[in-house]
């Protein structure tokens, strides 16, 4: 996907709707690899051209920046303000936001077609993961297991209780293609050092500093997640 340019009278209306959110942690911590997903966020900002960040209060006080890419996509960035393990709150009400602007821009269009939602949003949420090879990417069901990640399992949670994960499973079923309305994003950080699994030797390595070589994998991964997102959202 790359950004659109502004729309032209004849030409066709948004029909999907992506928000994308990223977990991770507030300053001092905003650069370590449990912040990752903060980082990849901003690279993709960059990528596709977007706005600048602003911060919003109706989008649980997180930073948001919105736009409209190829393929009649209107997508928007999303950093949770909300430490790592306490983000399941924000990202509910932020996705419940975007969910309720969104059907009110798509709910005259016509639905149907390859890969049309009819309004509904898929969420994707970025986060770093230590199971995964340091640098790379893994998409998968957001409802799958968090595999110990707090803030994986926070967000579950509270789409659970807040009776919106019922709401996309539904959408899932309507659409019927096979495709996800909530995906994970991990990104690799790998284990501490001697792959050691003791609780204060996991949380001193993912609140340490993101090495700078994992940084610049973290910007240049934009595009490769652009493009496996586009393989699961446009089926």
């Known amino acids: ?8 009278d004849g030409e066709a209306d948004v029909n999907i709707s992506v928000f994308i959110a990223s977990l991770g942690n507030p300053p001092p911590h905003d650069q370590s690899r449990h912040s990752a997903g903060h980082i990849l966020l901003k690279a993709l900002q960059s990528h596709l051209g977007l706005p ?60 149907g077609g390859k890969g049309a939602n009819d309004g509904w949003p898929t969420l994707v949420v970025l986060y770093d993961e230590m199971e995964i090879t340091p640098g790379l990417l893994k998409v998968g069901p957001g409802s ?33 293609d096979g495709s996800n309305m909530f995906l994970k994003v991990g990104f690799g950080i790998g284990r501490p050092p001697g792959a050691t699994r003791k609780k204060e030797d996991v949380a001193a390595f993912v609140l340490g500093q993101l090495p700078d070589s994992e940084v610049e994998q973290l910007g240049s991964c934009a595009e490769e997640l652009m493009d496996l997102l586009e393989e699961e959202i446009m089926k």
């Open 144 to 176: 799958a297991s968090a595999k110990g990640h707090n803030g994986l399992k926070s967000v579950q949670q509270s789409l659970k209780t807040t009776g919106l994960m019922g709401r996309m499973v539904a959408a899932e079923k309507k659409k019927n």
């Open 1 to 8: 996907m790359t950004v659109d340019s502004p729309q032209q």
């Open 52 to 111: 600048a960040f602003r911060r919003s209060r109706p989008f649980a006080n997180g930073l948001i920046s919105e736009g409209q890419v190829a393929d009649n996509v209107n997508i928007a960035l999303w950093q949770c303000p909300a430490s790592m393990n306490e983000s399941g709150d924000a990202v509910a009400k932020a996705y419940r936001q975007f969910v309720s602007s969104s059907t009110e821009t798509t709910k005259s269009q016509v639905g």
